[in-house]
């Protein structure tokens, strides 16, 4: 399972979707959301939470936005994992300054930190277990966690079944492309009562963790605040499913269908 969960976090965040407009009110300071992950159906794998918090990042002000994983008791015999990514963006154009990310996937280890001036349209590294510090050219990028910050400024009603959206984001030291299938609208029934939501298909990469290319659906609000609710993945072995828990600090209603 070495990062399944962390990239569970990524995807909870990524699949918020898009079609530029001004700036909507989808989220504020103070939104806390939190999912349950289960393994094949039916052994809870763990958590993963995202947090967004206002703050100041010399001397401007900006949203600090945090992702965490965590393996659950019985999963952690055998695999642990603890996993936190951070992200500074500004505001209200949702542009990353800062990037933390800081894991550890059964011993496999990373503390990185990405710095972006993106008035010279660079990202500078610093890998401090390595002790290596780079920088690279890069235009318009987003970082693992202010990607779904970015995508949850854009509206998403105006999108068909069948529309397709490509998203660049920029981690461990390389620009990575993603894609994502939109597949329409669906009514699901979910802890909270019954809700309408836009289902997508991210493109993934086949191989080690995943069983083919379009192995993850998405499930999402369809309403203002544009959260994922659900989420399946054929894993190489076995599956995962992630459902949102618990969640406040919404910027606006959650909104549930009552028959």
Not at 234 to 248: D, F, H, I
């Amino acid at each position: 399972m070495r990062k399944t969960i962390f990239f569970l976090v990524f995807l909870l965040g990524l699949c918020e979707v898009f079609s530029q407009e001004s700036i909507p009110s989808a989220f504020k300071g103070g939104e806390w959301l939190q999912y349950r992950m289960s393994y094949s159906g039916f052994l809870k794998a763990g958590t993963a939470t995202l947090s967004l918090q206002e703050t100041e990042l010399e001397g401007e002000k900006v949203l600090h936005a945090t992702g965490e994983g965590k393996t659950s008791t019985v999963v952690g015999w055998f695999f642990k994992v603890e996993d936190k990514y951070e992200s500074y963006f500004k505001i209200p154009e949702v542009k990353p300054i800062l990037f933390k990310r800081k894991i550890d996937e059964g011993g496999y280890k990373k503390d990185k930190q990405i710095t972006f001036d993106h008035n010279k349209n660079t990202a500078r590294v610093q890998d401090f277990l390595k002790k290596k510090d780079s920088v690279f050219s890069v235009k318009g990028p987003q970082d693992m966690i202010s990607t779904f910050y970015f995508l949850r400024s854009h509206d998403t009603k105006n999108l068909k079944k069948g529309d397709e959206i490509d998203v660049s984001m920029f981690f461990d030291e390389k620009s990575y492309p993603f894609k994502l299938h939109c597949l329409g609208y669906e009514t699901i029934n979910t802890k909270f009562g019954k809700l309408k939501t836009q289902k997508f298909r991210p493109l993934v990469q086949a191989g080690r963790v995943f069983k083919a290319e379009e192995s993850v659906t998405i499930w999402i609000t369809a309403d203002d605040n544009k959260i994922p609710i659900k989420m399946k993945a054929s894993l190489a072995v076995g599956s995962l499913r992630a459902e949102l828990e618990s969640y406040k600090g919404l910027a606006n209603p959650f909104e549930v269908i009552y028959d």
